[in-house]
């Protein structure tokens, strides 16, 4: 793979780490070469403004989380920052794990911001392809109104929710029954049999109804086919009631269809989503070295964790295809999909090859079940804190003499977390643990420990204060009986670590919600203002 263009080079401690330009960044996503470029800032900064190929991999999570989304450590790989100071820590903490092709953007966000488009949100590159395909496909929709009135005066309907089950079971639509999105071409047929049944597909703003409909309509469905426009966010702002606490799902079939598996072939055929066979499976796996691989598993967590491949990660069809940037890191890769059916692999590589990813399919004639359970994140071995540790019961017996700083992400801190503990990010140590009240020791924790255990460093060199890590973490604490504060919050760093979906939950504000289908709607302009994003809708 030819390397990318550098220009001049950015140190820390001795080490230096090259830059690269934005403009040869944007020419690799032009030609399809590997890259992948890390946004290092916390959430709330990455979904204000980011380039369109970014994934977010805050500082402090780089450790937890970059082995799963960059697989291969000879991929390149370029970080950026906003002038934070961040970039340059977050090279050292990759190069460390292993990583042998890391740079820097040259100038960060702003140079960036110079020569190509920034966008605002959250998993970007799928949502502007879903308005994309409505755009080219005329994907037929409703309004909140129309989607009221038919479900309150048409009998032969079905409304089929294409979110998650968690996101349907918070909240959802009159007669809604939960089939996410990746479910929806192998099950619809078996939810409205007769070609009759008018079927509305709805998610919570755009994307998915409009990914699930257009799905239905490829997958040869002669029904009327509508997406709710703006989804549950478009129902609210109707002022129409929503339902709480649904458990309707979808239903299961053992044996599929012939003529349900016939569509899917065709139309992944006319995509150009490629069957592997055996060997040539084996040369993608044999290859991992000189090419990435990313292996996903489309169907149903449940069924993922009954069974499946070696090296395979569970990745629902629907959510792959809304939040590919949460399973995908590297641009350019190659993506093989697994299913034990022939259709749901199949509709979702579909789109992933018009979103210009190198997607292809196995099936268990080719893939094993070797093995079952949840798989947990690839991590690096844990660093060992000598005697920088500190039991719970220890802790609980002292409490009064340990400052307790808690760096799980904030809506696990507002959940509940030790009695006491002050909120901070590790990202900002140097600044933020100053402002602790006291000066005896601290003592770190984390859901598990492992984010504690790799920011001992860090904080010992933010400070001069006795630093230890609690075993086990937040989760030990609890596991050992004693109680957890939900309320008395110190939030001595800003919760901008995670950013708040307007369409996510129940208690959005209607303003948000309008100004994230305002957004939306202008991303295709936005798109082609960017001409970098190699979409090509069948």
Same mark, same amino acid.
């Given at each position: 793979m030819k390397p990318l263009p550098v220009s001049g080079s950015a140190c820390q401690g001795g080490a230096a780490w090259p830059r *690269?330009?934005?403009?040869?960044?944007?020419?690799?996503?032009r030609s399809g070469a590997e890259v992948a470029l890390l946004d290092v800032r916390e959430e709330g900064a990455? &979904?204000? &403004?980011?380039?369109?190929?970014?994934?977010?991999?805050?500082?402090?999570?780089i450790e937890l989380r970059s082995l799963d989304l960059v697989p291969r450590l000879t991929a390149p790989v370029v970080v950026y920052d906003d002038g934070e100071g961040l970039a340059t820590r977050a090279a050292a903490r990759m190069t460390a794990l292993g990583y042998s092709d890391v740079a820097i953007l040259d100038g960060g966000l702003a140079a960036y911001a110079r020569v190509g488009e920034v966008f605002r949100d959250v998993n970007v590159p799928s949502k502007a392809f879903g308005e994309l395909v409505e755009a080219i496909r005329h994907? /037929?929709? *409703?309004?909140a109104s129309e989607a009221k009135s038919l479900i309150e005066n048409e009998r032969d309907l079905v409304v089929l929710d294409a979110r998650r089950f968690e996101e349907? +079971? !918070?909240?959802?639509?009159?007669?809604?029954?939960? *089939?996410? =999105?990746?479910? $929806?071409?192998?099950?619809?047929? #078996?939810?409205?049999?007769?070609?009759?049944?008018?079927?509305? %597909?709805?998610?919570?703003?755009? !994307?998915?109804?409009?990914? =699930?409909?257009?799905?239905?309509?490829?997958?040869? $469905?002669?029904?009327?086919?509508?997406?709710?426009r703006?989804?549950?966010?478009?129902? !609210? $702002?109707? =002022?129409?009631?929503?339902?709480?606490?649904?458990?309707?799902?979808?239903?299961?079939?053992?044996? %599929? @269809?012939?003529?349900?598996?016939?569509?899917?072939?065709?139309?992944?055929?006319?995509? =150009?989503?490629? $069957?592997?066979?055996r060997e040539t499976y084996h040369r993608f796996c044999w290859e991992v070295d000189q090419r990435t691989l990313y292996r996903l598993d489309v169907r149903t967590p449940e069924e993922y964790e009954a069974g499946h491949g070696d090296g395979f990660v569970s990745a629902p069809g629907g959510q792959l295809v809304q939040a590919t940037d949460e399973w995908v890191a590297v641009r350019g890769a190659r993506l093989v999909l697994f299913d034990d059916d022939g259709v749901r692999a199949r509709m979702a590589a579909s789109w992933l090859k018009q979103m210009g990813w190198d997607a292809a399919v196995v099936g268990p004639d080719v893939v094993d079940p070797v093995?079952?359970?949840? +798989?947990?994140?690839?991590? /690096? @071995?844990?660093? #060992?804190?000598?005697?920088?540790?500190?039991?719970?019961?220890?802790?609980?017996?002292?409490?009064?003499?340990?400052? *307790?700083?808690?760096?799980?992400?904030?809506?696990?801190?507002?959940?509940?977390?030790? /009695?006491?503990?002050?909120? %901070?990010?590790?990202?900002r140590f140097a600044g933020d643990l100053a402002r602790l009240p006291g000066e005896g020791p601290i003592v770190l924790t984390s859901r598990d420990g492992a984010e504690a255990l790799f920011a001992l460093g860090d904080a010992k060199a933010a400070t001069r204060r006795e630093v230890r890590v609690l075993e086990g973490g937040t989760r030990a604490w609890a596991a050992a009986g004693l109680a957890l504060e939900v309320d008395g919050h110190s939030l001595i760093s800003g919760a901008d670590d995670v950013y708040k979906r307007p369409y996510e939950g129940t208690d959005n504000a209607a303003a948000a919600m309008q100004a994230y289908i305002d957004w939306e709607l202008h991303l295709v302009a936005q798109l082609a203002?960017?001409?970098?994003?190699?979409f090509h809708v069948v």
């Open positions: *690269v330009t934005p403009e040869a960044l944007r020419h690799a996503w990455f &979904a204000q &403004a980011h380039p369109f190929f970014a994934v977010s991999l805050p500082l402090s999570q994907t /037929p929709s *409703v309004s349907y +079971r !918070t909240m959802s639509i009159p007669r809604g029954v939960s *089939v996410p =999105g990746g479910e $929806l071409a192998l099950r619809a047929r #078996d939810i409205a049999p007769s070609a009759a049944t008018t079927i509305i %597909v709805n998610c919570a703003g755009r !994307t998915r109804s409009i990914i =699930g409909a257009q799905s239905l309509i490829n997958a040869g $469905l002669p029904n009327r086919i509508f997406a709710l703006n989804g549950t966010i478009g129902w !609210t $702002l109707a =002022g129409f009631a929503v339902e709480r606490g649904r458990t309707d799902r979808f239903l299961r079939k053992d044996i %599929v @269809d012939p003529s349900v598996l016939a569509d899917a072939e065709a139309w992944a055929t006319r995509t =150009g989503v490629a $069957l592997l066979d093995e079952t359970g949840h +798989r947990a994140s690839r991590r /690096p @071995d844990l660093p #060992d804190p000598g005697t920088a540790v500190l039991d719970a019961a220890t802790l609980a017996a002292d409490r009064e003499a340990w400052t *307790v700083v808690d760096l799980g992400r904030s809506p696990a801190y507002l959940a509940g977390h030790i /009695p006491g503990a002050h909120f %901070v990010l590790a990202s203002n960017d001409s970098i994003c190699n």
